[in-house]
DNA sequence: CAAGATACTTGTCATTGTCTAGATTATATG
DNA sequence: CATATAATCTAGACAATGACAAGTATCTTG
């Protein structure tokens, strides 16, 4: 199917992958500020014209990267969600696969939730961040089947809030810079602790 | 004192404060890519390569308004927390205080805790940003003063991150993007008012 | 095989951060 | 007060960047 390329073809046949694989790398190398187009060209060993042709701007690369991410980060929420048993369990897991996603990828998961890829709106960043969400959403619904609608949403809120605001304190150094790795996770876990008790309280007192 | 230039004198006299302070426009304007070094002289009325005697580099720049941004974020919890009559309804004050801080000022919010300020690692940084974790602290335990200190500690994170996670998300138009301003507030404060009664029942219960 | 579309290269432009050298003003020392 | 010295700012230069234009090579389709 796809030859292997003896010298250096003219058309590099995988650009666009290449140039999202690559970008991805510098991502985590450099932070968002030191991201250059040309240098994933570099990397790419095209000209630094080449990615023209597959991205109209730089922030549509960045749009395509962070799409990627929400990807993922819903594939690893997925993942730890089907070693649970319970709901509850479910709705901590998701958690744990949330927090272990941002930790492995800190500099992707500041892109995907800071305000630089949302610049170049695409639909495949909408929907991938939509499905994501749902996930909340479902976890969430699974603990509190019962409870009215509005009080679901006012814990989806809840649920995601503290995961969220938990990971990014701590990717920032803001919470955790001086525990090791193990009683970091500790706290991370005492965190989905209390957080799914409020949940299932919510639901279950009236 | 501060003589009123008449025409434009050599020396700007205030260059510091004037680059700060419209970087900081700046900043807001064209969110953190669009910041560069060369506007801020240019709106300072002053040549490319004067901002070089006040700071090392744009990263000392950013990291000086981040620093500035703490320092606000912590006048405005503190403004919030004097109204607050009993210990939990300061809790949420400040949570509302953080929270309508990082509503008007977006990209700075973003700036302070992102990891692009940090690159530049200034004392000032680090201690701004200590004095404004350190009302959560002194919130957290004027509700639950007798509870165990690791309790405390805990409670301390999940109110944090919770309160940081909601408007982080709100900001990043990941909730609320079709509520109105008013039902936006309510979400808000329904997500406080979970979490101020989660940590009362953290340290009542035993 | 021809013709046109696609993928890529080379060259260019204004803009950027940072550096060096020089000009101007403030301050301190005698 | 005079003058040396430091602080502050300007001007010019450099490599790097994102974007655009124009040309070249390869693939595809008729």
């Keep these: 199917m796809t030859r292997a390329p003896s010298s250096k073809p003219y058309h590099h046949g995988e650009l666009r992958e290449a140039l999202v694989s690559a970008g991805r790398k510098l991502l985590e190398e450099r932070g968002i500020r030191g991201f250059t187009l040309r240098e994933c060209a570099r990397r790419a060993s095209v000209s630094h014209a080449a990615p023209a042709h597959h991205f109209a701007s730089i922030d549509d690369l960045l749009a395509e990267i962070a799409t990627r991410g929400y990807q993922e980060l819903t594939a690893a929420m997925e993942a730890e969600a089907r070693r649970a048993a319970t709901p509850a369990a479910r709705l901590v897991a998701q958690g744990v696969g949330y927090m272990a996603f941002a930790a492995a990828h800190p500099v992707l998961f500041q892109l995907m939730f800071g ?3 949302n610049r170049f709106e695409t639909p495949g960043l909408a929907a991938a961040a939509k499905s994501a969400y749902h996930l909340h959403v479902v976890a969430v619904e699974g603990v509190i089947p019962k409870a009215p609608l509005e009080v679901k949403q006012r814990m989806v809120d809840f ?3 503290s995961i969220h605001g938990f990971i990014t304190l701590v990717l920032e150094g803001q919470i955790g810079d001086e525990d090791s790795p193990r009683a970091l996770k500790a ?3 005492a965190m989905l602790a209390a957080m799914v ?5 919510a639901g279950g007192d009236p």
């Design 115 to 117: 305000r630089e890829a």
């Design 159 to 161: 649920a995601w809030a």
């Design 187 to 189: 706290r991370g876990l």
């Design 197 to 201: 008790e409020t949940v299932v309280r």
